[in-house]
């Protein structure tokens, strides 16, 4: 397609338009390691899978609250003794990791701080992040058109003319900020045994940045200049 050239009788506007906006975040992402470690083979993939069991368990206990429950990584490896010659064992470490996505940020100090409290058991996040369909994105992107209209149509006003059509519409950039970034997280150390149940632990939801960024070409009436 051929790009229409400016005439002095159809002169043109180029702009950039932005839009911004600071929403609640509407998922909560956690991540869990349970591992075990031992002298004995079987007695270590015994424990992984009854910890991997229980953590999944609990999880899932929480019911609606828990939008996806994923199985990421598992790995069972023996540990070569530190001194001696051949293939000497002195022990077996296993572990895997899950990761859970919360809606109901109610549920997610009182899951976390218990997780948390499991034998062996690793918390990683939250972290905050929108719905891939949030509707924070549409409105991001009619904000950044309607700032593209009303710049170019400044500029127009400010050469005595006015905007006439639209020759080009183009979406430059849409992101998010706010939490997203992995090391944004907190981390809950292997978890010790307790005699009584932890409080539940006070999160607040980190509010999320969502951008947009278009450009645009119009064309103007001739001013007079």
Same mark, same amino acid.
């Given at each position: 397609?051929?790009?229409?050239?400016?005439?002095?009788?159809?002169?043109?506007?180029?702009?950039?338009?932005?839009?911004?906006?600071?929403?609640?975040?509407?998922?909560?992402?956690?991540?869990?390691?349970?591992?075990?470690?031992?002298?004995?083979?079987?007695?270590?993939? =015994?424990?992984?899978?009854?910890?991997? %069991?229980? @953590?999944? !368990?609990?999880?899932?206990?929480?019911? /609606? *609250? &828990?939008?996806?429950?994923?199985?990421?990584?598992?790995?069972?490896?023996?540990?070569?003794?530190?001194?001696?010659?051949?293939?000497?064992?002195?022990?077996?470490?296993?572990?895997?990791?899950?990761?859970?996505?919360?809606?109901?940020?109610?549920?997610?100090?009182?899951?976390?701080?218990?997780?948390?409290?499991?034998?062996?058991?690793?918390?990683?996040?939250?972290?905050? =992040?929108?719905?891939?369909?949030?509707? %924070?994105? @549409?409105? !991001?992107?009619?904000?950044?058109?309607? /700032? *593209? &209209?009303?710049?170019?149509?400044?500029?127009?006003?400010?050469?005595?003319?006015?905007?006439?059509?639209?020759?080009?519409?183009?979406?430059?950039?849409?992101?998010?900020?706010?939490?997203?970034?992995?090391?944004?997280?907190?981390?809950?150390?292997?978890?010790?045994?307790?005699?009584?149940?932890?409080?539940?632990?006070?999160?607040?939801?980190?509010?999320?940045?969502?951008? =947009?960024?278009?450009?645009?070409?119009?064309?103007? @009436?001739?001013?007079?200049?």
């Amino acid at each position: 397609m051929t790009q229409q050239q400016p005439t002095p009788e159809a002169p043109q506007v180029t702009v950039r338009g932005e839009g911004r906006l600071e929403v609640d975040p509407e998922l909560a992402r956690i991540g869990v390691s349970v591992r075990a470690r031992g002298t004995d083979r079987s007695t270590v993939l =015994a424990a992984l899978t009854s910890r991997n %069991a229980e @953590a999944i !368990a609990l999880v899932k206990s929480y019911g /609606e *609250a &828990v939008a996806k429950l994923e199985t990421g990584a598992l790995s069972v490896s023996p540990e070569p003794a530190r001194h001696g010659r051949g293939e000497r064992v002195r022990g077996y470490q296993g572990w895997v990791h899950l990761s859970a996505e919360l809606t109901d940020f109610t549920a997610l100090g009182e899951l976390t701080t218990r997780l948390a409290d499991l034998e062996w058991t690793r918390v990683d996040g939250p972290w905050w =992040a929108l719905r891939p369909d949030s509707p %924070a994105y @549409a409105e !991001a992107r009619r904000q950044a058109v309607r /700032e *593209a &209209v009303r710049r170019a149509r400044e500029y127009a006003e400010a050469l005595g003319s006015s905007l006439v059509a639209l020759l080009e519409l183009s979406d430059t950039g849409l992101g998010q900020g706010g939490g997203h970034a992995p090391m944004g997280g907190a981390r809950m150390a292997f978890a010790a045994e307790a005699v009584d149940a932890p409080a539940p632990m006070e999160l607040e939801p980190q509010r999320q940045t969502v951008t =947009a960024e278009v450009a645009a070409r119009f064309t103007m @009436a001739p001013p007079p200049l």
